[in-house]
């Protein structure tokens, strides 16, 4: 942990919480992951022995609650690590309104369809299954189809083909996709442009954005940078 040896509340609040990765696993706590494969999930690119390491250390600060039920180890946040969520959502906000570019190393669909599928909003499909799938084209073979599944007012995601009858399929690039997700585009726009195909019946067709929904912080005011001076 680092020491700053300041006795600024700010800087004893980073030595906490500066760390790579650290405030990101706070992210997926505060979005709900209890289990170890589950923040796995939400950081896709970070290792299990570094996110072992970043649990401990949350721990030892008083921020996370390791629990043990049934053999099965569980995280929660305490009520210190609770207080953490404005702290993130500004975070995530500023990130929105400031932070406007995003390059080919920012985009994973593993972590695209994770926030996807705890955020869906499940009231809005229809009550019997459905399925999505997507077909991102600028991917490799191996992450370029996921199957999107609700059922029992429950979101699953699947990146093999589970068996069940596809409803509609999507037809888009990851970097679309993510960009709908985040609201930095409009599918009404996608479509036009050629970006994105939905086959499926009219009526399921335009159902999609609203099945879809968006990242939480998608209702943020995007992009507020001044434009570079003319020179």
């Known amino acids: 942990m680092s020491q700053y040896g300041q006795f600024c509340p700010v800087a004893k609040a980073m ?35 570094l996110l072992s390491r970043r649990l401990r250390s949350l721990e030892r600060a008083g921020v996370v609650r390791r629990d043990l039920e049934d053999g099965r180890t569980s995280y929660h946040l305490t009520a210190a690590g609770e207080e953490l969520r404005p702290v993130v959502e500004g975070l995530g906000a500023w990130g929105i309104r400031w932070i406007g570019d995003l390059g080919e190393d920012d985009l994973d669909p593993h972590l695209l369809l994770w926030d996807m599928r705890r955020t869906v909003p499940v009231e809005e499909w229809p009550a019997q299954r459905t399925v999505v799938h997507f077909h991102f084209a600028d991917q490799p073979s191996a992450t370029a189809r996921w ?78 940078r001044e434009p570079a001076a003319v020179r």
């Open 15 to 49: 030595e906490v919480l500066d760390e790579r990765w650290t405030l990101l696993v706070i992210r997926e706590l505060l979005a709900g992951s209890t289990h170890f494969n589950e923040l796995r999930r939400g950081n896709p690119k970070m290792s299990p022995a």
């Open 147 to 224: 199957w999107l599944c609700v059922a029992d007012q429950q979101a699953d995601v699947c990146d093999y083909d589970p068996g069940y009858e596809v409803t509609a399929t999507v037809e888009t690039t990851l970097s679309t996709m993510v960009r709908l997700w985040r609201v930095d585009r409009t599918w009404s726009d996608a479509l036009r442009a050629g970006d994105l195909r939905v086959d499926a019946p009219t009526d399921v067709r335009r159902a999609m954005p609203t099945w879809l929904g968006q990242m939480s912080l998608g209702a943020v005011p995007h992009d507020l």
